[in-house]
């Protein structure tokens, strides 16, 4: 027997920078960068939410995608949070000059995968079949798939009114209270190909430390998705992306409060409440540990705040080791 | 009577370099770079070809369209000819990286102009309207125009078989001999709004030294323009784009022989014999000028070799007063 054969099959339902920063973590602690295992299925597939993807100058631009895309090829901006390293803006300021709305940034090489998938999904090439050749052009080992091939986008409800996500996370500076959240186009999705085998499959199931309702509840709200997670043999934890009471980036702690949650890892812990098995919380929140476990969670209490490359890498290992076997 | 009032109306036919240069010794000679004149008609008008159009990764490119603008815009590279100054390639060699062919070099600054037309265009509004949008963000007074909103592709025939325009000219570095020309698309193209009229009712009508067969013949084959210039009361002038039985720039040398004409200003009159009035070639072609006179052209001998900003004022100055007015 090889030790590849032993590798557990890991797949992780992600966002953006929490997801991403996750996935690094399980692509350097799997083999082969969590590529495919002796011919067979991927060692890790990351399963993203497509609910924040636009359009900026006629480009389809799919931010989660890219930013786990990124942070997988190690070519992202780590001190930013998205986008790639060594950037310019050449085209942007152009764009500007030529009387362009230029609120969403775009750097030059960015903007070189907007062009090619714009152009991809043009000629009838689906979301995920770009997403494919860009990963491998980058050199991702993993596979990283859009949860779906269709077309959802997520809207916000705001108190001046329903908005576009990256109206409301970019252009406003995700500033508005959110009232309420719409996934236009959600009903008529259908998985992408491979994304149901994948939660099934799996020996291990992640839901990543994003976003519950931004980034999370986009990739469950797929038909067919929350169900094959209910259903899944697999082993099922999610990481809390709540620590201390506050949220390690991006507008979720607001998002709880305004929705009427606690904010909290308990309060994220009841809306994963009999879809996830073990709810990974950090050491800051021991003292929630109980109450979690009064929901009927197994509880794994770590260091959850990845940081950089080793930090995520140690906690996909712990992920591993102390969740990836029944019973563990 | 004011000074603006006796601006002859110019309308100028043209392709690349040579017609974006002689259209900027008109926007230097012109009140108002060539604009609007009293809130009337503008007094430079440059009709373009768009047989050089092209798709790169998905982008609308059009060529000509792009050198002539940004060339009255005065931010094209002078040295190269075409493309913008000051440009950089982040995005270009990102889209090498991504796995795109990439030997049409599409600067940073440039891809801007490709991304936003392809973008209007796809949202409905014809290239007239795309091109007039740019132009004035970029500050061209004169108006510049497509021949037609409509799709029309030169084909080149080589000996290797029939190529799309931009393969021939760029791929191949127009090294193939060639045997024909096809201007796909263009029975069905009507001219753009306004294209006719500025033919029509110019003063002074001129064909840029651009090249005859690909730059020149694919804006007077759109129906309608050919018939236009021959009817139009405009004094009608071409300028040979031959000096010395050399081209400029360009293969015009090589077509012109390939095709079975004169390698000379002598042979580019026969082409455009019945067409124009008068004919101005260079003080070197000097001794051919009786032959030109005998096809029924007026002859202006100059120095038809524009170079930079003041060669080209002078020239458009010279057509101005040499022919602008009838029996001059």
Same mark, same amino acid.
């Given at each position: 027997m090889s030790t590849s054969q032993i590798s557990p099959r890991v797949t992780l339902l992600a966002g953006g920078v929490g997801g991403a920063r996750l996935a690094h973590g399980f692509a350097r602690a799997l083999p082969d960068g969590g590529g495919p295992v002796d011919d067979g299925p991927h060692a890790l597939t990351v399963v993203v939410n497509v609910g924040d993807d636009t359009e900026r100058h006629g480009l389809s631009v799919s931010p989660d995608l890219d930013t786990?895309?990124?942070?997988?090829?190690?070519?992202? &901006? #780590?001190?930013?949070?998205?986008?790639?390293? &060594? #950037?310019?803006?050449?085209t942007l300021e152009q764009l500007a000059r030529l009387g362009e709305d230029t609120w969403f940034t775009l750097g030059d090489k960015d903007l070189a995968t907007h062009v090619v998938r714009t152009a991809r999904l043009r000629e009838g090439v689906p979301l995920s079949a770009v997403t494919e050749q860009l990963a491998a052009a980058l050199g991702v080992r993993a596979r990283l798939v859009p949860v779906t091939d269709y077309r959802v986008r997520t809207l916000v409800d705001t108190p001046s009114g329903r908005v576009a996500f990256q109206e409301y996370f970019v252009r406003r500076h995700h500033a508005d209270a959110v009232l309420g959240l719409h996934f236009d186009g959600v009903e008529e999705a259908r998985p992408a190909p491979g994304v149901l085998d994948a939660v099934t499959d799996a020996d291990l199931l992640v839901v990543a430390p994003s976003n519950p309702f931004l980034s999370v509840e986009p990739v469950l709200a797929v038909p067919g998705v929350r169900e094959a997670v209910r259903a899944s043999g697999a082993r099922r934890v999610a990481v809390s992306p709540i620590v201390g009471g506050q949220a390690i980036k991006g507008p979720a702690a607001q998002i709880l409060e305004t929705l009427g949650h606690e904010v909290s890892a308990l309060g994220v812990a009841r809306l994963y409440a009999g879809l996830v098995d073990v709810m990974c919380i950090d050491e800051r929140d021991d003292h929630l540990a109980g109450p979690v476990r009064d929901l009927g969670f197994e509880v794994l209490v770590t260091d959850t705040v990845m940081g950089g490359p080793d930090g995520r890498e140690r906690l996909a290992r712990e992920l591993l080791t102390a969740v990836g076997q029944p019973g563990a």
């Open positions: 786990v895309m990124y942070t997988l090829a190690e070519v992202n &901006d #780590e001190e930013r949070g998205w986008g790639l390293q &060594d #950037e310019s803006y050449a």
